[in-house]
């Protein structure tokens, strides 16, 4: 990996090769090869990060122009808080550079995993820009959750867009970029793919209900907030579905 570190400082280049942050990049790594055999990937588009336990200022991020389905560890990149590359054999893709440094630095999020996974991205292009807490059971665990970035101003190919964009979070989880796509954000990977993956299977069984012609079933709120309040106590659920994608995923 010698080509890597050309130019880079001692102390990036330790921090890239520490056993933890080794660990965090296998475990990005997987998470985006799990992503494209679910069905979450688009061409070589998107982009999932994770900022540095113990320095926020810096996080780790896919590269431009690889199938997620093709990651491994060596291929992230380490990215500062502008989005600018410190460590990595490839290159950054703007809008990742602008959203993720954004998220990360404004928003104060630790990962945030951007898709452009069919169902979420239908809801996008809907009036209400969102998913219906109240129907699956799948969709419970995102009540009061999510929030909506009504507005679609062409591609984040600035700071100033990336910046708007995690202004729109408004500290949620989950945020439904109007005609865009989703981004779901987590204090933990294992915890925010699990949420990437069950938001993208509740958004299916919500495009398919409604596609049906006949009306849907709600559940009353109060209920709904009960049922999420128990499948967040399942967390238990995430870290085993991820040890499960660790030992599979190829």
Same mark, same amino acid.
């Given at each position: ?24 990049? %296998? !475990? ?28 926020? /200022? ?25 989005? %600018? ?35 979420? &991205? ?9 998913? /219906?807490? &109240? ?34 979070? !408004? ?15 987590? /204090? ?11 938001? %993208? ?20 709120? %109060? ?19 991820? !040890?499960?994608?660790?030992? &599979?995923?190829?």
């Amino acid at each position: 990996m010698s080509e890597d570190f050309c130019a880079v400082s001692d102390s990036v280049a330790q921090i890239y090769l520490a056993p933890p942050i080794r660990r965090l990049r %296998e !475990q990005l790594a997987v998470a985006l090869r799990a992503a494209a055999m679910h069905g979450l990937a688009e061409g070589v588009c998107n982009h999932f990060s994770v900022a540095l336990p113990q320095d926020g /200022d810096k996080f780790l991020l896919n590269p431009r122009g690889l199938m997620w389905q093709e990651i491994q560890a060596d291929d992230i990149l380490l990215v500062d808080g502008n989005g %600018e590359k410190l460590v990595g054999r490839h290159s950054v893709e703007p809008s990742a550079m602008f959203i993720h440094a954004a998220m990360h630095r404004v928003a104060r999020k630790q990962v945030v995993l951007h898709s452009h996974a069919p169902f979420a &991205t239908t809801l996008s292009l809907t009036e209400q820009c969102a998913l /219906d807490t &109240t129907l699956s059971q799948n969709a419970m665990r995102f009540h009061g959750r999510i929030s909506s970035d009504p507005l679609f101003n062409g591609l984040a190919l600035d700071h100033a867009e990336g910046q708007r964009i995690a202004g729109a979070t !408004q500290g949620a989880d989950v945020v439904f970029l109007a005609n865009h796509g989703v981004i779901v954000c987590g /204090d933990r990977l294992d915890y925010a793919y699990d949420d990437l993956y069950y938001l %993208e299977r509740a958004c299916q069984l919500e495009v398919q209900a409604r596609a049906m012609g006949v009306p849907t079933r709600s559940v009353n709120v %109060e209920l709904v907030a009960i049922t999420a309040a128990q499948l967040q106590g399942e967390r238990l659920q995430s870290e085993l579905f991820f !040890q499960a994608l660790e030992r &599979t995923v190829k």
